[in-house]
């Protein structure tokens, strides 16, 4: 499997239920067009003096999608760079409430 990890915070004035609706239906039309294979719980950073080390980022938010293999992963990349409807109304109502974004990507071993 590969997997994308999104950490973010949200912006001023966007609900965690918000945020989380609209992931919701982005999550469902990707796994209908067999372009994910899941969407995980969003996670809110919980700062540990042990367990959480990274200094360098202080983002509030983590959802990891799944993807089958890297293939499955770089075809929804292309559809989401491409702007086809109805998937850039959708992608665009999921980021348009982040802000600070950053994406780390692996594969298990």
């Given at each position: 499997?590969?997997?994308?990890?999104?950490?973010?915070?949200?912006?001023?004035?966007?609900?965690?239920?918000?945020?989380?609706?609209?992931?919701?239906?982005?999550?469902?039309?990707?796994?209908?067009?067999?372009?994910?294979?899941?969407?995980?719980?969003?996670?809110?950073?919980?700062?540990?003096?042990?367990m959480d080390t990274d200094?360098?980022?202080?983002?509030?938010?983590?959802?990891?999608?799944?993807?089958?293999?890297?293939?499955?992963?770089?075809?929804?990349?292309?559809?989401?760079?491409?702007?086809?409807?109805?998937?850039?109304?959708?992608?665009?109502?999921?980021?348009?409430?982040?802000?600070?974004?950053?994406?780390?990507?692996?594969?298990?071993?």
């Open positions: 499997m590969f997997h994308m990890l999104s950490c973010f915070n949200l912006k001023p004035g966007v609900t965690i239920e918000s945020f989380s609706r609209s992931l919701v239906q982005l999550d469902d039309y990707l796994r209908k067009i067999d372009l994910v294979e899941s969407t995980g719980r969003i996670g809110r950073r919980q700062h540990h003096p042990v200094s360098e980022r202080d983002h509030q938010y983590f959802v990891i999608m799944t993807f089958r293999d890297r293939d499955q992963c770089d075809r929804s990349v292309g559809r989401v760079k491409a702007g086809d409807e109805p998937l850039n109304s959708i992608h665009h109502a999921v980021w348009h409430q982040v802000e600070d974004p950053v994406f780390i990507c692996w594969e298990d071993a």
